[in-house]
C-alpha cells in the first residue's frame, strides 16, 4: 500500500494524557497537512508543512498541539494534556507538487481520537 | 466565518439520476477547488478537481463546474450509483494568496436509492 499511511487508527486516552499520532505521507510527496475533524463537521486546517519547515498553522493548534516533521518525510502530532474536546478524527494528508499543476491532495485513513 | 459553504446537508437520488451538489465559496482569493468523498470512519477520497481558470471539469460520471462570478460550483454525478452514497466535500484553495491550506464545508451527504 503506497498511500498515506496513519498509526495508531484508534486512540482511546484518559484526560490530561500525552497521546501522539504519526503520518507516513506517499514517499515521493514533499508537502504534508494535518486536519482534524468533529462530526458534523468538515475537516479543519491544523498546520502545513514543506519537506522539514512548518508554513503555516492554524488558530486551532493551541499551545498543546505540537506538530514535527524532523527529516522531511514522516510528522508526528502530539497532544499534550488531552481533553474531551480534542476528540476527533485527526487526518494526515500528503501532495507531491503545486495544485495548480495537477497535483491533489490525498487524505490517510485518519486517527480516531477519543478522550474519556 | 464560513468560507466554503454546503447548504444542503443531505440529498437522495433514485439511482439512474443525476445527482447535483452544491458549494458556495466567499473567499475571492480562492482559485482551485476540489471534490472529496468520504466514508464513514474512512479519510476523504479526492473525486475531481478545478482550477478558477476554467468553467467545466469532466472524469468519468463526475462533472464539476465552476461560476466565479456567483462564486459557486457545482458536482455532478451520472448517473448515479449506491455506491455513490457518501458524503461529499468541497474543498477550495488560495495558494496565490500564500494560504496552503484547503478550506472544506460542512459535506453533503448523498444517498443514492436503488
Known amino acids: 500500500d503506497t498511500g498515506v499511511s496513519q498509526d495508531p487508527r484508534h486512540k482511546i486516552t484518559k484526560r490530561g494524557q500525552n497521546v501522539t499520532f504519526r503520518c507516513d505521507p506517499i514517499?515521493?510527496?514533499?508537502?504534508l497537512y494535518w486536519y482534524r475533524q468533529t462530526l458534523g463537521q468538515g475537516p479543519e486546517f491544523l498546520t502545513y508543512f514543506q519537506n522539514e519547515a512548518q508554513l503555516e498553522k492554524s488558530r486551532l493548534l493551541s499551545d498543546r498541539f505540537s506538530a514535527e516533521r524532523p527529516k522531511g518525510s514522516f510528522s508526528t502530532l502530539e497532544i499534550q494534556r488531552t481533553e474531551q474536546g480534542d476528540s476527533a478524527m485527526y487526518l494526515c494528508?500528503?501532495?507531491?507538487?503545486?495544485?495548480?499543476?495537477?497535483?491533489?491532495?490525498?487524505f490517510g485513513e485518519g486517527s480516531w481520537l477519543t478522550v474519556v | 466565518d464560513q468560507q466554503v459553504k454546503q447548504n444542503s446537508p443531505s440529498l437522495s437520488v433514485q439511482e439512474g439520476r443525476i445527482s447535483i451538489l452544491n458549494c458556495d465559496y466567499t473567499n475571492s482569493m480562492f482559485d482551485y477547488f476540489l471534490w472529496y468523498k468520504k466514508y464513514p470512519a474512512e479519510g476523504p477520497t479526492f473525486l475531481i478537481s478545478?482550477?478558477?481558470?476554467?468553467d467545466k471539469n469532466e472524469d468519468g460520471r463526475f462533472t464539476v463546474f465552476l461560476n466565479k462570478s456567483a462564486k459557486h460550483l457545482s458536482l455532478h454525478i451520472v448517473p448515479s450509483q449506491p455506491g455513490d452514497s457518501a458524503v461529499y466535500f468541497c474543498?477550495?484553495?488560495?495558494?496565490?494568496?500564500?494560504?496552503?491550506?484547503?478550506?472544506f464545508g460542512k459535506g453533503t451527504k448523498l444517498s443514492v436509492i436503488p
Open positions: 494528508a500528503s501532495r507531491a507538487g503545486l495544485l495548480s499543476s495537477g497535483n491533489t491532495i490525498y
Open positions: 514517499s515521493e510527496h514533499n508537502r
Open positions: 478545478i482550477s478558477s481558470i476554467k
Open positions: 474543498a477550495a484553495s488560495a495558494p496565490g494568496a500564500g494560504s496552503y491550506q484547503l478550506t
